[in-house]
């Protein structure tokens, strides 16, 4: 497959407009505040760009970035400009093309932003360890549509996990799928260079982010993709796509659940984007100023990341009241004594 994947990348595809599917385009979400930036992007660059979601998470000053997948650099160029001259971005993509286009704008983004931090590797992202990169040395590392195209993805986990600092995140969008895929939708040469045929499906990807030690992984966006094309929307059959991203920390405290420890966190409104409240995920929008109550893996979230200093923190994890309200399974266990049937006092 990955030899499929590199001719699809390297030969098949030369602009966006090539795409039979809208997996691999997010042309309309970039927000307002990222459109300057994204303007200051070679158009040769923007216009190889298959991305399916944006990898632009907050606080990035000064961080080391690596973009898995890196493609034409669109990301990364962006990026480049996130992190500043005091940051870097590496980018790493197996498809000499998409690396000859990346490269050949070195000089010309390093002139329009004033620095050069940026630099792109060749090699497999299942084979992280291979690339001179030290473990333990990233703030975040972000990819757009690329973990769907692995054929191993626990190997391309484990690779992020040992290159992340502790408290550092993988940022990234990639396409789920409603249910496990028959094999001869998985195999279908177009399908899977679309990044639809390996997607997984959204809880199989959940139990492999929580074997690779990311206990909790948080959504924060999502979108429902069209399949237009007549014959590959036939071969597909009612399967649903959808583009979604997730932020998975490195925090080996974190738990396979929301625990309640009376916590709370107050957003100091102060990250730039943010005036007003932090969109942390989906279920988390924290208003600026008020008391906003938290389990103990969202605290930890914001405690021991980069976030810290944009939080005021309540509360340690000294007592514990049980479950987070709204969060992971309720209680199984009847809560009424008479429909339980139990006696008033037996061992
Ligand atoms: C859908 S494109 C996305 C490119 C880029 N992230 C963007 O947003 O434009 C997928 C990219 O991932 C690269 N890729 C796919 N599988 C890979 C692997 N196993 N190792 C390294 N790169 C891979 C391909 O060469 C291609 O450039």
Redesign the pocket.
């Known amino acids: 497959m ?1 030899d499929v ?2 001719a699809y ?2 030969k098949e595809l030369q602009s966006t407009a090539d795409l039979k599917t809208s997996a ?1 385009c997010d042309a309309d979400a970039v927000p307002d505040w990222l459109k300057p930036l994204l303007a200051r992007v070679h158009p040769e660059v923007s216009s ?5 979601g944006l990898v632009c998470p907050p606080l990035l000053e000064g961080c080391r970035v690596l ?6 650099g ?2 990364v160029y962006l990026l480049s400009q996130l992190v500043g001259a005091s940051g870097e971005v590496v980018g ?4 000499p093309e ?1 690396l000859a286009v990346a490269r050949e704008y070195l000089p010309f983004h390093a002139e329009q932003f004033g620095y050069a931090n940026v630099r792109f590797l060749e ?4 084979r992280l360890e291979q690339l001179d990169l030290e473990p333990g040395s990233f703030d975040v590392i972000v ?4 973990l769907n ?3 191993d993805k626990p190997a391309v986990l484990r690779g992020i996990q040992r290159l992340l600092k502790p408290g550092g995140e993988f940022y990234f969008s990639d396409v789920y799928v409603d249910r496990r895929l028959p094999e001869a939708v998985q195999s279908h040469p177009v399908l899977y260079g679309e ?1 639809l045929g390996g997607a997984l499906y959204w809880n199989d990807f959940l139990r492999m982010a929580r074997g690779a030690a990311f206990t909790d992984p948080r959504l924060v966006s999502d979108r429902p993709l069209e399949i237009t094309e007549p014959q590959l929307a036939s071969l597909v059959g009612e399967a649903r796509f959808y583009s979604a991203t997730y932020r998975l920390f490195n925090i080996p405290e974190l738990e396979d659940a929301c625990e309640d420890h009376g916590q709370a966190v107050i957003y100091r409104g102060s990250i730039d984007q943010a005036p007003t409240h932090l969109a942390f995920d989906k279920h988390h929008s924290i208003e600026a100023g008020k008391v906003f109550p938290v389990c103990g893996n969202t605290y930890r979230m914001l405690h021991q990341t980069r976030f810290a200093p944009h939080f005021q923190f309540i509360g340690d994890f000294e007592r514990h009241y049980g479950l987070f309200e709204g969060c992971g399974s309720a209680i199984p266990f009847d809560q009424d004594r008479a429909a339980s049937g139990a006696a008033a006092s037996c061992c």
């Open positions: 990955q994947v590199q990348y390297g691999c190889r760009y298959y991305g399916c973009d898995l997948g890196s493609g034409s669109r990301d790493v993509d197996m498809t998409q090699g497999q992202i299942e990819s757009n549509c690329v195209l692995s054929t990044c």
